[in-house]
């Protein structure tokens, strides 16, 4: 919800918001939405009451960072690469494992 909140202010509300939120607060919750998709469909088709791997949060942090950090930014000129995204993806990749990938 709260994701779909920022969605909606950036694209259609535009309310003055501060930068922390509207720089880092989407980069903070898109790998727990994303995790969280993925735990489903782990659920779904592979083990009903398991967890992802650390490894593969570790992985999908460093994906998400490398293209959207790393390499978006030589292709695009409205991309930036920010280091402060990178630690917010790894923020919250952290917060998805502690709080939303646990067994059933």
Do not use: C
Not at 36 to 42: F, I, P, V
Not at 97 to 102: K, P
Request: charged fraction near 10%.
């Amino acid at each position: 919800m709260l994701y779909s909140g920022l969605y909606t202010n950036k694209h259609w509300l535009h309310w003055p918001l501060p930068t922390a939120i509207t720089s880092h607060l989407g980069d903070l919750l898109s790998l727990p939405l994303m995790l969280s998709l993925a735990l489903a469909a782990h659920r779904l088709l592979i083990n009903p009451v398991g967890t992802l791997p650390r490894a593969w949060l570790v992985v999908a942090w460093l994906v998400v960072a490398g293209w959207f950090e790393g390499l978006l930014p030589l292709w695009s000129a409205q991309a930036v690469a920010d280091p402060l995204d990178v630690l917010a993806y790894g923020l919250g990749t952290l917060g998805f494992h502690y709080w939303l990938n646990r067994p059933l």
